[in-house]
């Protein structure tokens, strides 16, 4: 089944939406993408793929994690959160542990968006999570992203603590791209408890990263953006 997978993954190939990806997701000399190697395949056509094989077994779906392309990886996390959506707890688990043993493969903002809320999110819900802080501390970037992105699936059932919690731990993270996923997270948290999300600004907004703020209060006024923008929040009410 994987060899047929690989072979029609082969056929979709888009030389020039390939193109295309390797600008989007910044993979010239230096950048957080360097070297990264695309096929030029849309997501939609994977999660097709996904749907033509539901009985991959998770070992397959791993080395497809393992593929030198970008949509090789991606097709390997969508099959792993598919077949955690089904599976018992046992799957779950042994899902989640792969997960965080191949995190080097989740190695851009894409494949990281798509996945944490769905497995590391979804398998700590009920659990310690403890593991978020470990990620959020961790050095590789796109273990600290998955750290605050795996949050997006307790925001979307009202539990915000831990988003709140781990924007504050990437508050000095020097890199771009954790800036603006924390400030999406916060957003998110807003959508749903506002007074909470200004809880966190009106405490750090004066020293938190631009980006991180530009993004969290997208969604306000502008004379609010202004205030939050200008280190003067306006006051609770």
Known sequence: MLQKIKRELAGLADPEQARVLRGFFKTG?????EGDVFRGIRVPVLRQIVKKYPDLPLADAEKLLHAGHHEDRLLGLL???AEFEKGGAEVRRQIYQLYLANTRFINNWDLVDVSAPNVV?????????A?????ARSGPLWERRIAI?????FIRRNQFDDTLEIAGMLLDDKHDLMHKAAGWMLREVGK???AAEE???REHCTHMPRTMLRY???RFDPDKRAAYLAGRPVSAK
Do not use: K, M
């Not at 999110?121 to 999570?129: S, V």
């Not at 593991?131 to 990620?135: D, G, V």
């Not at 992105?149 to 699936?153: D, I, K, L, Q, R």
């Open 29 to 33: 000399p230096g950048q957080y993408g």
């Open 79 to 81: 099959f792993l959160i």
């Open 121 to 129: 999110g979804a398998y700590l819900f009920d659990r310690n999570r």
């Open 131 to 135: 593991p978020l802080r470990s990620l």
């Open 149 to 153: 992105v795996a949050t997006f699936y």
């Open 192 to 194: 749903r408890d506002l």
């Open 199 to 201: 809880g966190f600004l």
């Open 216 to 218: 969290a209060i997208e």
